[in-house]
């Protein structure tokens, strides 16, 4: 068990292709990494450079103590979940959990105490003979599971391990990974492109785009305080609703409706506004903004109205009984909206300019 | 859903009598003697002729120098296609892991010069080769009918291909389980291409078995005669010969076609499979 | 991910003269991409591939060149030196009446044989295709013949068109036909196609029957939807799916009637090529080993590696054009 010093790493790939640049991450002792973001992003790259499969262009990886930039994969002391498995197919499953310990001549006795140990954390006792085409797709996760765990590593890293199980199997073993990790407190770095895996997995969530860090926090944090509007889109289902608006003094224009900030604005002019589908509630006509529903998303505890603000989308969420009709009055609370610069995307503060009687974007709820 | 029509079988039936009877014939006329052949000509029925032929055509000596049968000539095709497939599959395994799981400055190079032999087989070059291995002193041996014939990449292709194919995280896990690079050819790699290697051996085989023309010029010493060669001499025996041992030809003919048709019928879908996925 | 530690691409090539088959298949993108890791050492790549380029530069290369080189020279019959004579090989070779008549042959052979084993070979695994009931036994019956050798099936050949014992030429005497295999000219040459043809079936068989059972059935059954005829539908969306392995075959057709052939015709023509139609292989083996004529042999041998090239070069450009990939 060990710490992961990442620092200043950059990937550029031959021929100048700019794949991850200037990354700077602490990853603490037994801490539960999630990197996410949307596919080419270069979250799967950097895990791959962590590992030693793909070579550092720029910076610094440290692994406990030592600097591992030229240090052969086998040698990190790290393991590795990979989306497909890679397990050898030729190989029973007792065997696949070996193979790694025979290569780094650990005694028998040793290999089987660890295989048979695992082995019965994961359940999988009874297929060790098998071979792996024998197994579900939900058992083969779980060698490959074993197969890191047997090592006893540094740290696990996972490569979108979930991705090729169907749903209600991603969700269970989504929570056996996590029960794992607990238990055993080894550092781990996981990749995903799915938020939801994202937000219940991580201790803290690394949101990536364009090969750069977004955002680093816990995934309360991330998502009560998006830090650009990147951030915002990803994180949460549904998505927090982005529109274009124009602060005018103490108030927001959303298209020709205007709302009152009580002392919220962060600078004035042309922002994009972030509300959150959960923080928008009807009122009686015409009190707030209104909305002109086009079609409802059933979700059974939720109804999911999708319209149209202006010539906005917005989505608001409701609970199962609410009432839906065709054109509704809509309001949100001031301290729940997110600003972000309308150039950048960056999140603007709204403490920044206004005096300090409201508590600003503390995490609510 | 389509229905099967009776024209369909129809079509196949002939397909399978137009392929298959010259075999059949071929087989059934072997056990006629030969002036029964020479009076009634082929034959669909069994001839009761059968172990006098065959024993004669494996174990009767011939040739000019009275050293061949049959049966050296079995062994020697055996020779020629086992060796040739072994030489084969070593060769163009080794080629091939250095072309795909390396990475070196001649990478590119060396791939273009295995690949160039694809192009030119041995007949248009027939005549240099031959002089070649008179220069090495290689004309009749083991070594000059089976090494030369390694000069073409075809199996470098088939397992490059077929590497190509291997999953990467296969060998990313591999290298994380601390394999280098002889580790993980011997235990992950050649494993995982038993069927391949199978498959390729059929194919293998059976191209050195069927090997005529190159037998025919590196060998004059009767000896190291092939079936293919023997087939060229009973022929050329023949000419002039008042009536020719059709059975003994015929006998010669299904020795030599029988180990290769029995393979690729009992390996059928290996050999298949071997076949299209990856000779292209 | 799409990264990929991009390294120069040796695939292209070959993939584009119809060699990358099983990327084909699959999509396309993973198959052909180097390995994202590699290992790196000084020494193993070169170690591993030092048996195999040892043996092509030895029995490829230095042949080939020798061809080249030795085609510029007439040798003494007796071994005394040679002599340069610059082009004269190859003009003597190119405006010989022989030679353009066996060029002539060679290039009829090549067509009719290529036309007639695709051909037949796709009818037959259209059908086998639709058959449910005994698929296998069929199977089994038309790839049965697929390894026997080239000699061996001249030899079987020759006996069926035997003037004493053959059934061919019974049958073909009733119809009027005096055939007469290994002396008259056209004789030989239609047994010569028969037998060639006999013997490739077999091998496009099996290519298309597995290039129709490549074809999704998803897209059959939208067929099936979309249009009522049966033989429009193979027309316009099986055959176009086909193609690819059509094409592929094209080219292995092309090459077996050119080179494959040769055990073939040496059996047939009975050691008496000259009543007989040979190919152009078979002049180059006949001037070089019979003739003793290097230089003229290994001239011939350059004309015909050229001819590979040109017909390569040319299949690729402009037929894989038409067709549909993927």
């Not at chain 1, 790939?13 to 794949?19: P, S, T």
């Not at chain 2, 298959?20 to 009076?39: E, G, K, L, N």
């Not at chain 2, 010969?241 to 009992?266: G, K, R, T």
């Not at chain 3, 037959?124 to 013949?145: C, E, H, N, P, Q």
Request: hydrophobic residues 50%; proline residues 5%.
């Amino acid at each position: 068990m060990a710490a992961i010093d990442i620092s200043s790493v950059g990937k550029i790939y031959n021929g100048g292709v700019r794949a991850v640049s200037d990354i700077n991450l602490d990853i603490k002792d037994g801490e539960f990494i999630v990197l996410v973001g949307p596919s080419g992003c270069g979250k799967s790259t950097l895990l791959r450079m962590v590992a030693g499969l793909e070579a550092i262009s720029e910076g610094t990886v440290k692994i406990g103590d030592r600097v591992v930039n030229e240090v052969e994969p086998a040698d990190r002391d790290i393991a590795m979940v990979f989306q497909n498995y890679a397990l050898y197919p030729h190989m029973s499953v007792r065997q696949n959990l070996e193979y790694g310990l025979k290569n780094r001549r650990t005694p028998k006795a040793e290999i089987d105490a660890r295989v048979n140990e695992a082995a019965r954390m994961l359940e999988i006792t009874q297929y060790l003979d098998r071979k792996p085409r024998a197994l579900s797709g939900g058992q083969r996760q779980r060698v490959a599971m074993g197969r890191a765990i047997v090592r006893k590593p540094a740290a696990f890293l996972f490569d979108e391990p979930l991705s090729n199980l169907d749903a209600k199997l991603r969700v269970s073993m989504r929570g056996e990974i996590k029960r794992l990790q607990r238990r055993l407190g080894t550092t781990s770095i996981y990749v995903t492109h799915d938020q939801l895996e994202a937000m219940t997995l991580a201790d803290r969530l690394v949101v990536l785009n364009g090969g750069q860090i977004e955002q680093v926090g816990s995934p309360l944090d991330v998502y009560h305080t998006p830090a650009s509007t990147f951030v915002a889109g990803f994180i949460g289902s549904p998505a927090m609703n982005l529109v274009k608006a124009e602060l005018q003094g103490d108030k927001l224009a959303i298209g020709p409706s205007l709302i009152s900030l009580d002392g919220y604005a962060p600078t004035s002019g042309a922002v994009t506004v972030g509300l959150r589908a959960e923080d928008l509630r009807v009122v009686s006509a015409n009190e707030g903004m209104p909305f002109i529903v086009e079609y409802v998303e059933e979700l059974g505890s939720q109804r999911l109205a999708h319209g149209l603000v202006g010539d906005q989308a917005v989505t608001i969420a409701l609970s199962g009984e609410a009432e839906i009709t065709d054109t509704m009055w809509i309001a949100i609370d001031p301290s729940r909206l997110h600003f972000f610069d309308a150039g950048t995307g960056k999140r603007l503060e709204a403490r920044a300019t206004v005096t300090a009687t409201a508590p600003v974007p503390e995490p609510v709820g | 859903m389509y229905r099967t029509r009776f024209s369909d079988h129809l079509v196949l039936i002939v397909g399978a009598l137009f392929l298959c009877t010259p075999v059949v014939v071929a087989f059934m006329t072997s056990t006629h003697t030969a002036a029964d052949i020479h009076m009634n000509g082929l034959s669909l029925t069994w001839g009761g002729n059968f172990i006098d032929t065959y024993e004669k055509v494996l174990t009767q000596k011939g040739g000019f120098t009275g050293e061949i049968t049959g049966t050296s000539m079995v062994i020697n095709s055996l020779i020629l296609g086992v060796g040739f497939a072994v030489g084969k599959i070593v060769l163009s395994m080794l080629a091939a892991y250095a072309i795909v799981y390396f990475r070196f400055p001649m990478a590119t190079l060396s791939f273009w010069v295995i690949f160039t032999t694809l192009l030119l087989p041995l007949e248009v070059r027939i005549m240099p080769s031959y002089q070649v291995m008179s220069e090495l002193g290689l004309l009749n041996s083991y070594t000059g009918l089976i090494v030369p014939l390694l000069a073409s990449a075809t199996g470098t292709f088939y397992f490059r291909q077929f590497f190509k194919s291997v999953p990467e995280e296969l060998l990313e896990a591999a290298r994380i389980d601390g394999a280098g690079p002889f580790k993980f050819f011997i235990d992950i790699l050649v494993p995982i291409s038993r069927t391949m290697i199978a498959a390729i051996f059929i194919i293998m085989f059976v191209y050195g078995w069927n090997q005529y023309l190159w037998p025919m010029l590196m060998t004059t010493d009767e000896r190291f005669f092939t079936l293919m060669r023997g087939i060229k001499s009973i022929l050329q025996v023949w000419i002039g010969s008042q009536i020719p041992d059709y059975n003994e030809a015929f006998a010669l003919a299904v020795l030599a076609m029988l180990p290769p048709v029995a393979i690729v019928v009992i390996f059928q879908s290996w050999f298949i499979k071997g076949l299209t996925e990856s000779d292209k | 991910m799409a990264y990929t530690t991009s390294q120069p691409q040796p695939g292209g090539f070959l993939s584009r003269l119809g060699f990358g088959g099983a990327a084909r298949k699959k999509p396309a993108a993973a198959a052909e991409e180097m390995k994202r890791v590699q290992f790196t050492s000084p020494v193993l790549p070169y170690l591993f591939l030092f048996p195999q380029l040892a043996v092509i530069f030895i029995f490829f290369y230095w042949p080939s060149v020798q061809a080249l080189s030795s085609s510029f020279y007439i040798e003494d019959p007796f071994g005394f030196g040679s002599t340069f004579v610059g082009m004269s090989n190859y003009t003597d070779a190119l405006f010989s009446a022989e030679y353009q008549s066996i060029a002539l042959f060679t290039a009829a052979f090549t067509i009719i044989v290529t036309f007639l084993s695709l051909s037949i070979g796709l009818l037959l695994a259209v059908k086998a295709d639709r058959i449910i009931k005994g698929s296998s036994t069929y199977k089994t019956l038309l790839i049965a013949v697929y390894a026997i050798a080239a000699p061996v099936s001249g030899l079987i050949g020759m006996m069926f068109f035997d003037q004493h014992i053959g059934p061919f030429v019974k049958m073909m005497s009733y119809l009027g036909w005096n055939m007469q295999v290994g002396l008259n000219y056209y004789d030989t040459a239609f047994a010569m196609i028969v037998v060639a043809v006999w013997k490739q079936i077999p091998y496009n068989f099996i290519f298309f029957l597995s290039g129709l059972q490549n074809v999704p059935v998803s897209v059959r059954e939208a067929a099936m939807i979309d249009c009522r005829s049966g033989f429009r539908r193979f027309w316009t969306v099986v055959l176009p799916l086909l193609a690819p392995t059509a094409f592929f075959l094209l080219t292995i057709n092309v090459t077996y009637s050119l080179f494959d052939t040769f055990g073939l015709i040496d059996v047939m023509v009975k050691d008496k090529p000259a009543n007989n139609p040979i190919t152009l292989v078979y002049k180059v083996y006949n001037d070089g080993f019979r003739g003793n004529d290097l230089g003229g042999s290994s001239a011939q041998s350059v004309i015909l590696m050229i001819v590979v090239f040109v017909l390569t070069i040319f299949q690729f450009r402009y037929i894989e054009r038409r067709v549909h990939y993927n």
